[in-house]
Nanobody
Framework: QLQLVESGGGLVQPGGSLRLSCAAS????????IGWFRQAPGKERQGVSCISRSGGATTYGDSVKGRFTISRDNAKDTVYLQMNGLKPEDSAVYYC?????????????????WGQGTQVTVSS
C-alpha cells in the first residue's frame, strides 16, 4: 500500500527549531512533487511549502518565508522541512503530500497521496 510517513514533530519553545521528514512506503518520491501542509484546530488546511519533482523549484507560504526550508534527498528518498524561528502560531498538525505533477502547488486536490500527519506544538 502506498503510504507517506511524517516524523520529527514535537514540543518546542518559541524561537526553537524542528526538522520534519517525509518518507514513502512502497513507492519512491523521485517522481513526485512534495508539499507540506498544516492544519490547526478549527482552521483550514494551509499550504506551508512545496518542492518540485526535480528539487529545482520551491515555494513557501508568506507566514513561513525566511524561517522554513524545504529540501529533498533523493538518495534517501526523503523530503525535509527545516523549521527555524518557530512561533506559537506555527502549532498545527503537519502533513506531507505527494503529487504526480512535476511542479509545486498549494492546492490540496492536486495531491495524490497524504501522510497521517505529525504534531508540532510551539509553546513555552
Amino acid at each position: 500500500q502506498l503510504q507517506l510517513v511524517e516524523s520529527g514533530g514535537g514540543l518546542v519553545q518559541p524561537g526553537g527549531s524542528l526538522r520534519l521528514s517525509c518518507a514513502a512506503s512502497a513507492f519512491t518520491l523521485d517522481y513526485y512533487a512534495i508539499g507540506w501542509f498544516r492544519q490547526a484546530p478549527g482552521k483550514e488546511r494551509q499550504g506551508v511549502s512545496c518542492i518540485s519533482r526535480s528539487g529545482g523549484a520551491t515555494t513557501y507560504g508568506d507566514s513561513v518565508k525566511g524561517r522554513f526550508t524545504i529540501s529533498r534527498d533523493n538518495a534517501k528518498d526523503t523530503v525535509y522541512l527545516q523549521m527555524n524561528g518557530l512561533k506559537p502560531e506555527d502549532s498545527a498538525v503537519y502533513y506531507c503530500a505527494a503529487a504526480r505533477s512535476s511542479g509545486c502547488s498549494f492546492r490540496p486536490y492536486d495531491y495524490d497521496y497524504w501522510g497521517q500527519g505529525t504534531q508540532v506544538t510551539v509553546s513555552s
